[in-house]
């Protein structure tokens, strides 16, 4: 646990940057912090392992106020990941990852088998290992970064813009892993980011700040969604809150599922026909639902050039977004849901799922 209180940072000028910052965040949960540049964001997080000073209040680790710890002892019980990795250049990957641990006492040797555990935790090829940070790409040294923080076993990690130096796919591919090694290390954690879509997906509490580093909410993104406690908080979640909501709430049921005929890529236009009297009909690539295929085309067989790939496929388990996205990007508008494998376990009508939206909307009233 994590706690500000009355935290307050001003400078010589008179800028005052923290204002007053009162908050709890929950021991083994993400905290995350978020608001336009310039409130205090990165500020509030630097007071954490007193790369900054507070010029008033007290912020404790588990009770314990930080203002009386020895800094050194303190970075190292909180590990610290920052936008571009921040790696050290001269050293190989794996000295990069083992170096906190190094240094806090442990044997060269463990901290080395340690670190390559730690590759594989963060989805990293082994023989990456003797690289240096510059032979990777930007998404790698994230990974490295998130590996290095980890390296000490932390109980609280601090995370400032982790993901935000990649492009949005990779980003994307980072924060689904991270989420994972989080279920497993359920490490305390702050992080700054100033995306809301990131602070929503990964926060189980989020802190939004306004200008003047003075905290305008602090709830979980359901309840930010919601209700949110004044105008600021409300632009600043965005227009689309009535969509976002969706993404709270998992889609529907296995057995609400109507069966969805699928055909393999490279069958015949009478094969289809065959299979299926609808107009479109689901077209699968070695069991993997890929796209729909047009059977009032005039084509001899199926090929990835006369099927439509724009469609979006629903995860099993995954949330009402999700189905929601599949069945407007689908031609016949049906979402379809998939399993681990993308092998199609069946589909529902438009309709149905805008009905799962209402009766979601009716709830929250
Ligand atoms: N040493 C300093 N002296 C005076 N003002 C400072 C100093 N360091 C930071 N600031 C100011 O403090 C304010 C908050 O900075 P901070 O980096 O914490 O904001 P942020 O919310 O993280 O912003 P961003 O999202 O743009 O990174 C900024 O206006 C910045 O100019």
Redesign the pocket.
Same mark, same amino acid.
């Given at each position: 646990m994590i706690t500000f209180n009355n935290v307050t +940072?001003h400078?010589?000028?008179g800028?005052v %940057? %923290?204002d007053g910052l009162n908050f709890v965040a929950p021991g083994g949960k993400i905290t995350v912090l978020v !608001?336009? $540049? !310039?409130?205090? +964001? &990165? &500020? $509030? /997080?630097?007071m954490i392992n007193r790369l %900054?000073e507070p010029s008033s209040g007290t912020i404790l680790l588990n009770g314990e106020s930080t203002a009386q710890m020895d800094v050194v002892q303190l970075r190292r019980r909180i590990g610290y990941v920052i936008q571009n990795a921040g790696l050290f250049p001269h050293k190989t990957i794996i000295d990069n990852i083992a170096t906190t641990a190094i240094l806090n006492g442990a044997a060269k040797s463990k901290a080395r088998a340690r670190a390559a555990e730690l590759l594989e935790v963060v989805g990293l090829a082994p023989q990456l290992a003797k690289r240096y940070p510059w032979q990777l790409s930007g998404g790698q040294q994230q990974r490295v970064g998130v590996a290095r923080a980890l390296a000490a076993d932390p109980e609280f990690m601090l995370m400032?813009?982790p993901f935000s130096a990649v492009d949005p796919v990779v980003r994307e591919q980072l924060q689904e892993e991270f989420l994972r090694i989080q279920k497993e290390v359920s490490k305390t954690i702050i992080m %700054?980011t100033?995306d809301i879509d990131e602070a929503m997906k990964l926060g189980d509490c989020v802190a939004v /700040?306004k200008p003047g580093?003075k905290l305008a909410q602090l709830a979980t993104p359901g309840e930010l969604l919601n209700a949110p406690q004044s105008e600021f908080v409300a632009d600043f979640i965005g227009r689309d809150r009535g969509y976002r909501k969706l993404s709270f709430h998992t889609s529907a049921p296995l057995t609400a599922l109507q069966a969805e005929p699928a055909i393999e890529m490279g069958a015949t236009l009478a094969q289809a026909r065959g299979i299926s009297a609808q107009r479109w009909l689901l077209v699968t690539q070695q069991g993997k639902a890929c796209g729909w295929f047009d059977t009032h085309q005039q084509v001899t067989v199926i090929a990835p050039e006369n099927v439509n790939l724009g469609a979006t496929f629903s995860p099993q388990g995954g949330t009402l977004r999700q189905l929601l996205d599949s069945a407007l990007s689908s031609p016949c508008h049906r979402a379809v849901v998939v399993d681990e494998q993308l092998a199609p376990l069946g589909s529902l009508a438009l309709e149905n799922v805008l009905d799962a939206c209402k009766s979601l909307t009716q709830e929250a009233l």
């Open positions: +940072k400078y010589d000028d800028t %940057v %923290v !608001g336009p $540049s !310039g409130c205090g +964001k &990165t &500020t $509030s /997080l630097r %900054v400032d813009e %700054v100033h /700040l580093g």
